[in-house]
Each structure stands twice: as C-alpha cells, then as structure tokens.
C-alpha cells in the first residue's frame, strides 16, 4: 500500500429511518447485520483495506447505538470520529461540518447503506486526471440507473431516460478533492448539487465501472434481504463480495437443519435461538429472537429479541421498539396484549393516508389500522363494520377503535384478496365465490332509510353532479394530461361526452353502495367472503356498485361470467332487468374514475405496480363501449391507448 492512497474517508449514515419503517427505529440502519456483521463495519473493514487510517461517520436517526458501537469498532486500527447531526444537513453539509477534519487531500465518501467488494485502483487513476474534483463509482447494469456518461464525464445525474444506453448507477462511494468544498453552501446541501455547481465552472465529475466488483443497495426491506442472498451466492462462486460473508453462518445453518430446523433459501442469524421444528425461508434473524417450533416464515427479517410462534412473512420489530405512537400502544394494551411481548410486522400501502400492521402474539394474530386527517371516512370503519354486521354482511371483527388516537385493531383475515386467488380458482369455485358476493350487494343495496336513520349511520356525501364531475376531472388531469399528454382541447372534448353518463345516473334510483366494490376489497374467512374499505359508503346508484364488481380492471372478469353475475342479481332481488339499462354506462364512469386513480397512484413513490391495470382497465373500456352508442372521441382515445 503506497501513500499514494487517501488516509480519510467519510461514512455517510444520517437519515430519517423511514426507508426500513420499524427496523430503523429497533436497531439504525448502519447496525443493521449482513451476514452477522453491521453494514458500516463492512464499510470499516473495507476502508482500512484500502489505508484509511481517519474515518468519520454523520449520525441523526436513532444515533445512540451507532455511536456506542463505533467507540468499539476502530480496535486501534484506525481512528473513528462521530459527527452528530441535530438537523440532517444532507452530504453537502456533512462536509461543510468536517472541512478541518477533512483537511486538503482527497478522500473517501462511502453510503453506510450499500454493500461493496471493489478494488479501488480505477477510481484512483480518474481522480488524478486534470480538472477532476471528483471520481464516482458507478454500475452500468443494476439500479435504477439515471446518471448519463460518456467518455468517462459524467453529464447528467438526473437522466430523462433512465435504463437506456449510456445510463448508470452511481453506488454510493466518491473520491473527492477538497476544493468541492468551494462549491458547498451553508446548511443543507445535496452532492449532487454541489457536483452540478463544480461542473458549471468546468471542473470534471467523472465516473468510474469496475468490471471485477460487487454492490448491493440495501435501502428498503427486500433489498436488505436481496443483499443476503446475492453475497451467499458470491461467497459459494468465489466472486467479489465473497469477502462479505461469514463463514460460520452456513456451518451454523447446517447445523440447525441437523437439529430439525427446516431451511429453505438462507438463514442469516446473528445471535437468535429457533427452535426444532421451526420452518424458516430466506429469512435474517437478528440477536435475541426467539423462534418457536411452530414458527413458519417466509423473506422474513426477525428484529431484536422477537418472540414469534406462527406464519408470518416481512419484518418482525417488537411493539415497544417500533416507535409507535402512543395511541397505537395504548391500543395493543387496551386488546389485552403487552406491547414488549407483541410483534408488529408493516403491510404494503394501499394508496391512501392509512397504515396497516399486523400484530403477533404467540400463534394469535390482529390487523391494526392507523390513519391521520386526510380523509375523515377512514373513522367510520369500524362504526360501519358495526352496522354492516346487523345487516347480515360478512365484515371483520373489531376489537379495538379509538377514533381520538385513529387507531383501529380488527380482524386478521390474512393477504389473500379475491384478486389474488382468484386466478387459483375453478370456473365453479369462481361463480360460486360471486354468486355470495352478489347476494351481499343485494342486502346492501336493499337497507332501508329506517334502519339507516336508527343507526345514525353517518356516509359520505352522495352521488351528485359534483362527484361525477369531480371523478372525471381525475381521470382528466392525471390520466389523459399527465399520462397521456392530451391537449386541453380534446380533454373537453371527452368530458363532454362524459357528461351524458353523469346526467343518466343522476336519474337512477339511489342506494347504499360500498362505492370501491372491486376484489382487492374482498378477503375471506375460510371460503367465505368477507367485504373490507367499505368507510367510503355513500347513497347511489346501484349500478356503480355492480359495475366496479363486474368491470374490475383486476380481475377481468369474461363476457360470460358478467352476464351470469348480472342475471344473478336481478333474480336475488327480483326486480325488473330494465333496472341495469344503465349498467354498460355506470361502467364507464366507475372506469373512468379506476384510470384517474391508477395514474396518480403510479407516480407516488412505491405505487408503479397501478401503471399495471391501465391496460386491462382500457379493455373493459372497450367492452362497455360496445354497448353504448356516441362517445367518438372516447372510442378515439382507446385506440391511443392500445400503446400504453
């Protein structure tokens, strides 16, 4: 090793905490163990590696186990110094803070929250070309890869067309000189900012592939799981990130299969004890958790001392660690549960200001439901569940609402929707699983103004010309200007004809509708059936109610199958068949409102799988089309739509 080589580096690991949700609050993300060691020890070890004899960290988030650990970690081998950050200052700012430290040769900035197996030699040589301030690692084939290169410059960081040609990754780790701190200014302040007012005055960002390398972001969850899997396979190859594994993990794992533990995938367990007769698959198990032997878990991440004895999947944080909210707490207690003795486990977001946890307790399981100020139905779930129930409908139990805390613990009915099963379904089991949903509608359908009144069931407000309006101005805005960039011109044109459908409605007899009845709101209990989102209830048409079940862009159901289902209903509630005259119509505004929402749903962060339904929701567009007359320029736009 040539004195050539930086003696510096700075580790970046303040954040927010939010990527990880409940694991970044029981343990930082930096401490986070991969194959039993924590992430920024691996930084460490390969730091040291590389010469680095000074290295600083930035701490914010949940700092007091990093900071304790880090006073251990350096072992006399390089000097580790911790820079607290009361406010996140962003990397920029970072620097500013550390600019005497630093001092006036170049060094090491490294993410705490990648995993890395590189020689550094190529970043060496392109740090020490004239005009260069800095040289970044990039990767011409994993992330999401939005800087544009060429000729070894960096162009562009923000990529108008990321993944083409000329695109790549940057990974986290930089060699810069320090007059980038010229170009720093007070507070906070990206990097990538700073490199674009370096790059102005024509100094040279220039970046870097190693061929013969590993990198893995561990940002979220499944990422972090990801990692695990991409360093055994690298470990069983002998390929770079080898050096990113533990040995003695894959002779502990064996040594657990011999002693009756199932393993499928990998175990990674940093010091947890699982029982004989435990099932684990692709899982990471942290210190202190205790596994029973009828434990069953599936791409699991288990956090510190969890206690866990049935089927669960994602990641396992100990109530009294996952930094919730009182109410939250209050409410676990309220169920007769003790927060240190319960375990949460996050659930996708499904598109609205709520948050769903599961909460485990030995082999019992609840969902609770969390939800802020954005929309005031979300407090009616349980007072409608209530009412519902009365009615004869199948909904979830509730066990605990405390609408000051807006906490609610219901149910646990699992993650299988009807759109998820029924793919698995026979055509009998199919019919059969609508024929019950259909006589649900039609008891919704038939609850009287008396009972209503009794009840003093509070709904949103009803269909009216201002609803339908505010349904195609949704669809306007985000699916045919923002999606499809349509002309404000022809936009008018479409919600003109739009505004037929509404007038036809509005002369509709109305009922109580569950107003989203679509199969990723029907759940089961056993092979029955179970109605979910219904807080949104409304007076309507019936016909919006049957055309989101009949016409659900998730499902498709066949020509055939809609026929069936439709003759159903009539005959269940023996009314005149002239009353769904306006079924083909009511699909077309239930469609419309579908495809407004898939397009605002897929440009919020993590929701891009709702692009997914456009197309099929355009198809059934088609279909219901068919059996109407006019709506040219409707009919127009789905022959646009044939490319999305």
Not at 48 to 62: D, L
């Amino acid at each position: 090793m040539t004195h050539s080589y930086p003696r510096k580096a700075l580790i970046l690991a303040a954040g927010y905490g939010t990527r990880m949700g409940p694991l970044s609050a029981d343990l930082p993300k930096p401490m986070m163990p991969l194959w039993g060691k924590p992430l920024i020890k691996h930084a460490i070890d390969q730091l040291v590696g590389w010469g680095v004899e000074e290295i600083y960290v930035n701490a914010h988030h949940n700092s007091g186990t990093l900071i304790g650990f880090l006073t251990t970690a350096a072992a006399g081998r390089v000097s580790i110094t911790v820079s607290r950050e009361r406010t996140i200052l962003g990397t920029g700012g970072a620097l500013r803070k550390l600019r005497r430290e630093l001092g006036d040769q170049p060094y090491w900035i490294l993410n705490s929250d990648v995993a890395s197996d590189l020689e550094p030699e190529r970043l060496l040589r392109a740090s020490r070309k004239p005009d260069c301030i800095a040289a970044l690692w990039l990767h011409r084939e994993l992330g999401p890869r939005t800087v544009e290169m060429t000729g070894g410059l960096i162009r562009d960081f923000a990529s108008r067309r990321p993944g083409k040609r000329g695109t790549f990754t940057f990974c986290g780790l930089q060699l810069v000189r320090p007059e980038i701190l010229k170009y720093v200014p007070q507070g906070f302040s990206s990097i990538i900012d700073v490199y674009r007012g370096a790059m102005k005055e024509n100094w040279q960002v220039r970046g870097v592939t190693v061929r013969s390398s590993f990198w893995a972001d561990l940002g979220s969850s499944s990422q972090y799981l990801d990692a695990h899997r991409k360093v055994l396979d690298a470990y069983r190859k002998r390929e770079p990130g080898a050096r990113l594994m533990d040995p003695g993990q894959a002779n502990a794992a064996a040594r657990l299969v011999r002693r009756g533990v199932e393993i499928r995938g990998f175990v990674a367990n940093s010091g947890g004890k699982i029982s004989t007769g435990a099932s684990l698959e692709d899982c990471v198990v942290w210190p202190g958790a205790r596994l029973g032997r009828n434990v069953r878990l599936r791409q699991a991440i288990v956090g510190r001392d969890v206690a866990a004895n049935t089927v669960l999947s994602g990641a396992l944080v100990r109530c009294d660690r996952a930094g919730l909210q009182p109410s939250a707490c209050k409410a676990i207690k309220t169920m007769g549960w003790d927060p240190d003795r319960t375990v949460l486990i996050p659930l996708g977001r499904r598109g609205s200001d709520r948050v769903f946890n599961r909460l485990a307790c030995g082999r019992a399981t609840r969902l609770m439901i969390q939800y802020g100020t954005e929309r005031k139905e979300n407090a009616r779930f349980a007072g409608h569940a209530e009412f519902l129930l009365q009615q004869g409908l199948p909904v979830p139990e509730i066990y605990v609402d405390d609408r000051f805390g807006r906490v609610c613990i219901v149910e646990d009915l699992g993650d299988e929707t009807l759109e998820k099963m029924i793919h698995a379904m026979s055509n009998e089991q199919m019919l059969g699983c609508y024929d019950r949903l259909v006589e649900c509608l039609a008891r919704l359908h038939s609850v009287s103004a008396g009972d209503r009144k009794a009840a003093g069931l509070k709904l949103e407000p009803s269909f009216t010309a201002r609803l339908y309006k505010w349904e195609h101005d949704l669809f306007a805005e985000h699916f045919l200007a923002s999606h499809l960039g349509m002309t404000r011109h022809a936009i008018s044109s479409i919600l003109e004809e739009l505004s037929v459908i509404a007038e036809k409605l509005l002369n509709e007899p109305k009922v109580l509708l569950h107003r989203d009845m679509q199969s990723s709101n029907v759940m089961f209990r056993g092979d029955q059936p179970v109605l979910i989102d219904f807080q949104g209830m409304r007076m309507g048409p019936a016909v919006y109610d049957l055309a989101s079940l009949l016409c659900d862009p998730y499902v498709m159901l066949s020509k055939q199958g809609q026929r069936r289902v439709m003759q159903r209903y009539v005959e269940t509630l023996a009314v005149d068949p002239e009353l769904l005259a306006c079924f083909w119509p009511a699909a077309i505004q239930r469609l419309v409102q579908s495809l407004g929402a898939y397009a605002r749903l897929a440009r919020l962060p993590g929701m891009g799988r709702f692009s997914g339904y456009m197309r099929p929701a355009l198809t059934m567009m088609r279909r219901a089309l068919a059996h109407v007359d006019g709506f040219r320029q409707l009919r127009t736009l789905l022959v646009k739509g044939r490319r999305i």
